[in-house]
């Protein structure tokens, strides 16, 4: 994985899988592949510019305090399976939504790329949330990123 920052506040980040575009955005976009790595928590889309996005907090999440919805936004442009922006917002944060947007690219020999962006002006404590810094609260996007990849390419979760 290849991490880079630019502007401070916005991060990139690219991984490479061994899994077709479609695969990589229905495991980013449908709720039986969200529940299977990172947070593990259930996505939900309305999939059209304007729609709602939220991601629903699994029960031992629930239970150590995390809301039910602890992520919600709305989606900003959709191009199956190549590109989805969207804005996303930590509910328990007192900060505006930011921009994500993830960017799925075919390369070569069954190889595609996916770089996610996430604009983070204006949201320190949600840049902190995503970079991994607050303890015990995850590995953020890194984290979240290889276990996808990991689950894509083996079937495993890093967890499972």
């Not at 993830?102 to 949201?123: D, F, K, P, R, W």
Request: hydrophobic share 35%; aromatic share 8%; charged share 20%.
């Amino acid at each position: 994985m290849t991490t880079t920052t630019t502007a401070g506040t916005t991060k990139v980040y690219r991984v490479y899988i061994k899994a077709t575009p479609q695969a990589i955005w229905d495991a980013i976009t449908k709720p039986e592949w969200t529940q299977k790595y990172g947070y593990q928590g259930i996505a939900e889309y309305d999939l059209r510019p304007g729609g709602r996005y939220r991601a629903l907090a699994i029960e031992e999440h629930q239970q150590a305090g995390m809301p039910e919805v602890p992520v919600e936004g709305e989606v900003v442009e959709v191009d199956p399976p190549f590109k989805l922006v969207q804005t996303w917002r930590p509910t328990w944060l007192d900060e505006p939504a930011t921009r994500l947007t993830y960017e799925i690219a075919e390369q070569h020999n069954g190889v595609t790329s996916l770089t996610v962006t996430h604009e983070l002006a204006g949201a320190p404590q949600t840049l902190a949330q995503v970079n991994g810094e607050i303890e015990s609260a995850g590995g953020g996007w890194a984290e979240v990123l290889s276990d996808l990849k990991s689950l894509l390419e083996t079937g495993r979760s890093l967890y499972a």
